[in-house]
């Protein structure tokens, strides 16, 4: 970064961004950002507890980043437990479930097309009610305002 020649801002950042590496760019703009922050929103911190910052916010940004990559890794493709609705239709699973220990329910109607691609959801808390089969007759007519709420016209609802 001190080898730039640059004496314009912007054209600092270009050079910059174009010559460092990813980590060591993310690790330049988070500890920009720091800077800024105590400049500009008057949070003043010692300099051991802005480079703190720096660090954990940095090993938050690879935690995430880990936890998407096996996210994406493991929703690529239709799940293997999840059969898809015949062509032409998409498919909308709902379920339901009672509380053991008070009168309440939650019911969840999901829905995806063909190829397995989300395309809505639906989730719904009772109180008061714990009888299962009027709670399956909710879900399904929970499924059935989700189908009109995405103007789905061809579905199976299951």
Not at 7 to 33: C, F, N, Q, Y
Not at 90 to 108: E, F, G, L, P
Request: charged share 20%; net charge positive; hydrophobic share 45%.
């Amino acid at each position: 970064m001190s080898e730039t020649q640059e004496t314009k801002p912007r054209g600092w950042l270009v050079a910059i961004i174009s010559s460092l590496k990813h980590e060591d760019l993310t690790r330049m703009v988070v500890t920009l950002w720091a800077i800024w922050k105590v400049i500009h929103e008057s949070s003043f911190q010692s300099p051991l507890s802005t480079y703190c910052f720096v660090n954990n916010f940095i090993a938050d940004l690879k935690m995430i980043k880990t936890v998407h990559a096996e996210s994406v890794r493991r929703t690529q493709g239709v799940p293997p437990w999840w059969i898809p609705p015949p062509p032409g239709l998409v498919k909308i699973n709902v379920d339901a479930t009672t509380s053991k220990n008070s009168s309440m329910a939650v019911t969840t109607a999901m829905v995806r097309d063909v190829a397995g691609n989300f395309l809505g959801a639906s989730a719904l808390v009772i109180h008061g009610l714990s009888d299962a089969k009027i709670v399956e007759a909710i879900v399904c007519r929970e499924g059935l305002a989700l189908a009109s709420d995405l103007m789905v016209q061809h579905f199976r609802l299951g």
